[in-house]
């Protein structure tokens, strides 16, 4: 309850779900609290807890966390500010990590509480029951393993991110930028001009037809795999709708390129052997011409990308019909660079996606040891 007297400490804190306890500025890159009235805030010090009651779906009861900036700040008196004493802080700060406590706050928390904020009175939340290991050394291990596992997964996102950007980056060097004939990027005996050609000269489009969906089944049925748009798109789902005795629909084969032509125009995928398609552009090519891989990648480029988001227009549901696709110029190489090019493209998204995995396994492995370690 120590205050913030003849404000002794200007750096003002605030508890985020996402981000823990940082600085209100670096949060919301201005600073929200006046500084004529910091003198009611509550002090906190290093390795002190905040509770911040405004609830989020990761945080239902809102957030607990520690203080790790590694100096003394000050944080508002909507917040509640308490340490522990004679216990590793550490395996506090992950007990509040776990759901271990919710059902205390749900049965002692206060009824007609706003909708964005949980109401708990602070002589309440000091009853909170914390169940630990009696001997310290169990605590200390707890924390330690729990902490290096964090830190690996902080490793791999990381890495993800780093490829993320060198695919970003290669994207723009593997493929000319506008009204240039060549990349800034080269294979070994390849110099030439890539060709001029626009859409229609190397693919041909085709549109499901729009279904009504009476019911959608998430195990596989007599029908043929379908995508709802949002999932269809979304390359960390892993929901797999099926509909029950499929009519008139476009079925995409296992080369066939998709593209989005309405709302989200302009996002591509493959790989879709046997989906049926609604509201996509289904595209087709000769592929003793042109490289599936190489098209998708191309597809995928910032100059092909803007120029679909241009042509589909800025109302509120963009839309892309055949003949605007078709009018867009475009530069081929021959068959042989194209190979190389898509080629490398999906060794690093493969590679991309290796990474992913394995921060998927670790964050499981994170989540099931929150769950089984603490009581």
Known sequence: MQKNNNNAFKNVLTNSAEHGIISQRDFFERNIANKNNISTYYIVQNDDFVYNPRISNSAPYGPINRNKTGYTGIISPLYYVFRVLGINTAFIEWYFKTTCWHKFMYQHGDSG??????????????KLPIKLPADDTEQEKIAKTLNSLNNTIQLHERKCEELTLIKKALLQKLFPKKDKDRPEVRYKNFSDAWEQRRFKDISKLSQGLQIAISKRFTHPGDGKLFYITNEFLNPNSTVKYYIDSPTKNVIA???????????????????????????????????????????YYLLNSYPIQ?????????????????????????????????????????????????HQRKLEKLKQLKKFLLQNMFI
């Open 113 to 126: 509480a706003r909708s964005d904020r949980f109401s708990i009175k602070d002589n309440e939340l000091k």
């Open 253 to 295: 084969g296992k080369t066939d390129i998709l593209m989005t032509r309405t709302g989200n125009t302009g996002k591509v995928v493959t790989d879709v052997e046997g989906v049926y398609h609604n509201n996509f552009f289904k595209i087709s090519y000769n592929s003793s011409k042109i490289d599936r891989w190489f098209l």
């Open 306 to 354: 803007r120029e679909i988001l241009v042509r589909a227009g800025n109302s509120t549901i963009p839309d892309l019909n055949h003949n605007d696709f078709y009018g867009i110029k475009i530069y081929i190489p021959t068959i042989e660079e194209q190979i190389k090019v898509g080629t490398f493209l999906t060794k690093m998204d493969s590679l991309i996606t290796l």
